[in-house]
């Protein structure tokens, strides 16, 4: 097996610590914008040196206020938490190196003029989840240095969710707008069981920048194959009951990252363990139990890493799965906007405030590319919640499911009671399918029949037969 950077112990620290991130949030988040004093000379010599004590741990700085001398100043820098962290002060453009679990640190600042300053770490999302700090560098009240003090709004949180000073403002989505010119919607085909009964693969997970609607990037979090695109959910994994998965987890990315696979039964505290840039492990398990299940990765805070693209599925199938025409998978998640091109935004997640509710991490991709089948072929659509935070209720408008199988269960088969259904209802990580037929030529609409969710991009066509385009390339 590969290094391992976390013990039991620290694991579950960092349980404990995914666990109360939010409400380290609400308690310890403070804004500080800084304003240097105008007056205080960046020349001034002779002030002597000061060293202040800097404890991290998962999600705080500590102390929440420190304060120096003016003049030469060093951060000792102690890394008590379970996961990676640094220490930036943006004002004076200065970073420390990523400090692992345990790992002790010192960030020299130089000559440092009397003033407040906004001390962070600088890992996407921890500033979000609580790790900000004030430096109040000689006597900032008495000498003139003015301070603003931004409180919890809701624009300097945006601006620390992204793990940057310097983020601005949240991308917006028009879910109105057309994709660009050589725009493809994700194949929305189901991939065939992998074939033999031990699967040996490689997921890469990396920090990449994806366009999640049209004209609108952000750096999503995300899961690839070996020499394959990074995409949103990650790739889709099928086997079959008793087969082996050996996987391979290689992180890729700039921050810890881990996987967790929900059709396995296997030691959180190894498998699942986070590991850091440049870092493999492996994850083996066998798969006993049929189901449409999510993977994701669980690296604290866990809603951050989700909620910013590190999902997936892995589809067990049931034995003597019939015989369909089609095979679909729909991936329901949401997007939490950070600034263009930046990571999501953690206090949206944290306050279940989606900007997007998306089918394979595309606003109304299957508006636009509509998923072409024939009347009367029958149709199997695998649906899986990947959430983070929002349920579903799959509906395709114009026709009646006759089986659905939801959570490792039939709860409707044909037979001679000719019962119908309508939705297939999913809390987040839950998965199942549903099958179906559609009776004439036309666009069947395919939706999250929790409305509100349909005009945030929770909306995709079935095209039945030749028919004419509709108008604005899709449906509405
Ligand atoms: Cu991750």
């Not at 490689?202 to 990074?230: D, K």
């Not at 906007?337 to 997640?349: A, H, I, V, W």
Request: glycine share 12%; with cysteine.
């Amino acid at each position: 097996m590969s290094p391992s950077p976390s013990s039991p112990d620290r694991g579950m620290l960092s349980l404990f610590a995914a666990l109360t991130a939010v409400f380290v949030f609400v308690l310890g988040t403070i804004g500080v914008i800084v304003v240097v004093n105008d007056t205080a000379s960046s020349s001034s010599t002779g002030s002597g040196s000061s060293q202040v004590e800097v404890t991290l741990s998962d999600f705080a700085i500590a102390p929440k206020t420190m304060s120096a001398a003016a003049g030469q100043v060093t951060l000792s820098i102690k890394n008590d938490g379970a996961v990676l962290h640094n220490v930036q002060i943006a004002a004076l453009g200065k970073t420390s190196a990523d400090l692992a679990p345990g790992a002790h640190g010192t960030l020299d600042l130089g000559n440092v003029a009397p003033g407040t300053y906004e001390v962070i770490c600088a890992v996407p999302g921890h500033a979000a989840a609580g790790m900000t700090a004030t430096l109040v560098v000689g006597d900032a009240g008495s000498s003139g240095a003015s301070t603003a003090t931004s409180g919890s709004s809701a624009g300097a949180m945006h601006t620390m969710a992204a793990g940057s000073s310097t983020g601005g403002d949240a991308a917006t989505i028009d879910v109105n707008a057309a994709p660009p010119d050589g725009f493809t919607a994700r194949d929305p085909n189901a991939p065939a069981p992998l074939p033999g009964t031990v699967h040996e693969i490689t997921l890469e997970a990396r920090e990449t920048v994806l366009e999640v609607a049209p004209g609108v990037t952000q750096q999503m979090w995300t899961f690839n194959r070996p020499g394959e695109e990074p995409t949103v959910p990650g790739p889709i994994l099928r086997g079959k009951v008793g087969d082996t998965f050996r996987v391979t987890l290689v992180n890729e990315g700039s921050i810890q990252h881990s996987i967790d696979f929900h059709a396995s039964k296997v030691a959180w505290s190894d498998e699942m363990r986070s590991i850091a840039p440049g870092e493999s492990l492996v994850y083996e398990f066998t798969a006993d139990y049929a189901g449409a299940y999510m993977y994701h990765c669980g690296t604290a805070p866990a809603l951050h890493h989700i909620g910013n693209g590190m999902y997936g599925a892995i589809i067990i199938d049931p034995p003597q799965l019939a015989p369909v025409d089609h095979e679909f998978v729909m991936v329901q998640s949401e997007l939490y906007l950070g600034p263009e091109g930046q990571p999501g935004d953690l206090t949206k997640m944290q306050n279940d405030d989606w900007d997007a509710v998306v089918f394979n991490g595309y606003v109304n991709q299957y508006k636009f590319q509509p998923i072409r089948v024939e009347p009367d072929q029958r149709i199997r659509v695998w649906v899986v919640d990947d959430g983070p935070s929002e349920n579903s209720a799959f509906h395709v408008v114009g026709t009646v499911f006759d089986t659905v199988w939801k959570e490792g269960s039939y709860l409707l088969q044909p037979d001679a009671r000719k019962g119908g259904s309508q939705v297939l209802d999913l809390q987040p990580a839950q998965g199942g399918f549903v099958e179906f037929s559609l009776a004439e030529k036309g666009y069947y609409p395919m939706v999250t029949h929790k409305f509100s969710n349909v005009g945030k991009g929770a909306m995709g066509l079935f095209q039945a037969g030749d028919v004419a385009p509709l108008a604005g390339g899709g449906g509405h």
